[in-house]
């Protein structure tokens, strides 16, 4: 699968590919010389040569980092440039190795440099003796010349309810986003789009002397492995979606679909302790559990609830809808609120349902990164790609909100509320419509609170030649490497090139 970076592959692959990569206007121009190799305004980023160096004294020898350059706008090769910040950690086995993996942990805006040493990625000893594992962030993210709009703390909060008497409060918050996103980023933010990371993955690609890569993406990783194979699909080996969106949806959908999710686990969770009342207490019909839940969140809106040293709102409960996706943590949790509103002592920090706890230690590919790097990431991927998508007129924000409370009361608010998305300005092109034949597996719990069951099956809907592991009661977001039954499709595929011959649907472990 991989040839040295030698003249024939440049000549003869790399300039073919590259034209993919460009924006119409330069693929039009690049048609009209021949297509000579010779002429490719990519070639320089094409020929780079890494300069690998241990990434940090923290980390093993082994791992190495280096900085790549591509364009801010492909549509302009020869302009401005933007870092790219790659990672590798070589194949364990020269003699078995058969090309690279690159790996991507979603978000928009998660930096990915560091997921091939990543403890919790947990990739099998089998994958890695057959690949070169390789990070990035992406584009603006962490260590690829980090954007930054200079946001506080309170204007990266996006939890925001819909409430008559607030609404003013939202939409003023949502223009100051993008405001100053367009004020600090200026132009680059244009340029912070899906398909070009995917042209930068493309670039990595030649850079490393592939022909094709091979992909493990979670969440709008997905997302970004399905636009890759959109725009590449030659040069797309063995992927792997997990915890798949919907690329139909991708842009304010992500949000909405969330809410829509919610409310078939809520319903889920106060069967599951309805049945377990004599553990919990907090009745004994399903009936009687919901109804425990909403006086609290009533009980929270006329009075906080002192909780883990913050006085929660009804709204600063119902923003935690996602713990509802795991039955056991979601009924601890909802004990302790119970306890707390009643005076009683709440159980310890740390007690599992009470939240994620302290966050670990920062990674030194992160450090000196902008605080609000995450967030500036987000809008700009979300806005940007998917700006038609997203309402202009605040009033469309208010409407939706008012009914998707009444069809989905957990979240349904929060999810249609307006967002900076509303006052962004258009990206550098068009959304990618992803609709091909190229062989994926996509793995998805059918309990996961971030990319709902439905959502998933969207992704599959879209790449016709996928195979889906739908792990049946599996409950979270991120699934390959948590030692369910879909670990075992996922790893073959990938060492093997063998997707299931149909669907699959196995069994989550009970108890």
């Known amino acids: 699968m991989r040839n040295r970076r030698i003249a024939s592959l440049l000549s003869a692959g790399i300039a073919t590919a590259f034209v993919s990569a460009l924006t119409p206007a330069t693929a039009t121009a690049f048609a009209a010389t021949g297509g000579s190799a010779a002429k490719d305004p990519l070639r320089q980023y094409a020929q780079q040569e890494p300069r690998w160096q241990r990434c940090d004294a923290g980390s093993p020898a082994t791992f190495q980092c280096a900085t790549l350059q591509v364009p801010l706008d492909y549509g302009d090769p020869g302009g401005k440039k933007t870092d790219i910040a790659i990672s590798r950690l070589k194949a364990s086995s020269a003699k078995e190795r058969r090309g690279v993996l690159l790996l991507n942990p979603g978000g928009p805006g998660g930096p990915g440099l560091d997921m091939p040493v990543d403890p919790a990625l947990n990739l099998p000893e089998e994958v890695k003796r057959q690949y070169d594992v390789i990070g990035f962030d992406p584009r603006g993210v962490g260590r690829s010349s980090p954007v930054s709009c200079?946001?506080?703390?309170?204007?990266?909060?996006?939890?925001?309810?819909?409430?008559?008497?607030?609404?003013?409060?939202?939409v003023e918050w949502a223009c100051t986003v993008a405001g100053k996103c367009r004020a600090k980023a200026g132009d680059t933010l244009r340029h912070l789009t899906t398909r070009n990371t995917a042209r930068?993955?493309?670039?990595?690609r030649a850079?490393?002397?592939?022909?094709?890569?091979?992909?493990?993406?979670?969440?709008?990783?997905?997302?970004?492995?399905?636009?890759?194979?959109?725009?590449?699909?030659?040069?797309?080996?063995r992927f792997v979606l997990d915890s798949a969106t919907d690329p139909a949806r991708f842009g304010r959908g992500v949000f909405q679909a969330m809410a829509e999710g919610t409310e078939p686990a809520f319903t889920r969770w106060s069967e599951w302790t309805a049945q377990r009342h004599t553990t919990y207490k907090l009745g004994d019909t399903p009936a009687a559990v919901?109804?425990?839940?909403?006086?609290?969140?009533?009980?929270?809106?006329?009075?906080?609830?002192?909780?883990?040293?913050?006085?929660?709102?009804?709204?600063?409960?119902?923003?935690?809808?996602?713990?509802?996706?795991?039955?056991?943590?979601?009924?601890?949790?909802?004990?302790?609120?119970?306890?707390?509103?009643?005076?009683?002592?709440?159980?310890?920090?740390?007690?599992?349902g009470r939240g994620q706890g302290p966050l670990p230690p920062m990674p030194a590919s992160a450090r000196d990164v902008p605080p609000d790097n995450a967030a500036a990431s987000v809008w700009a991927v979300i806005c940007g790609d998917t700006r038609t998508s997203w309402?202009?007129?605040?009033?469309?924000?208010?409407?939706?909100?008012?009914?998707?409370?009444?069809?989905?009361?957990?979240?349904?608010?929060?999810?249609?509320?307006?967002?900076p998305c509303a006052f962004w300005k258009q990206g550098s092109e068009p959304a990618t419509a992803?609709?091909?034949?190229?062989?994926?597996?996509?793995?998805?719990?059918?309990?996961?609170?971030?990319?709902?069951?439905?959502?998933?099956?969207?992704?599959?809907?879209?790449?016709?030649?996928?195979?889906?592991?739908?792990?049946?009661?599996?409950?979270?977001?991120?699934?390959?490497?948590?030692?369910?039954?879909?670990?075992?499709?996922?790893?073959?595929?990938?060492?093997?090139?063998?997707?299931?011959?149909?669907d699959l649907t196995c069994q989550a472990p009970t108890g």
């Open 207 to 237: 850079v490393l002397g592939e022909e094709k890569i091979s992909y493990l993406g979670f969440s709008y990783g997905t997302y970004l492995g399905a636009v890759y194979t959109q725009m590449f699909p030659e040069r797309a080996d």
């Open 150 to 170: 200079g946001l506080t703390d309170d204007e990266q909060n996006f939890e925001r309810p819909y409430k008559a008497e607030t609404f003013a409060k939202d």
């Open 434 to 502: 992803v609709n091909n034949d190229v062989r994926a597996l996509i793995l998805q719990n059918e309990w996961d609170p971030q990319t709902p069951l439905a959502v998933s099956q969207g992704m599959h809907r879209a790449l016709r030649g996928s195979r889906m592991v739908t792990v049946a009661g599996g409950q979270g977001h991120g699934v390959y490497g948590t030692g369910s039954c879909a670990d075992k499709s996922a790893t073959a595929y990938l060492t093997t090139g063998r997707l299931p011959a149909e």
């Open 391 to 419: 309402p202009d007129d605040p009033e469309q924000y208010r409407r939706d909100a008012i009914r998707d409370k009444a069809r989905y009361p957990l979240y349904g608010d929060f999810a249609s509320n307006i967002k």
């Open 290 to 352: 919901r109804k425990t839940f909403w006086d609290l969140i009533a009980r929270a809106d006329h009075k906080r609830i002192d909780f883990e040293g913050k006085a929660l709102t009804g709204d600063d409960i119902r923003a935690q809808r996602a713990v509802f996706f795991n039955v056991q943590h979601a009924a601890e949790w909802v004990t302790e609120l119970k306890e707390a509103a009643e005076g009683r002592k709440p159980a310890p920090p740390g007690t599992p």
């Open 200 to 204: 930068d993955m493309d670039v990595i």
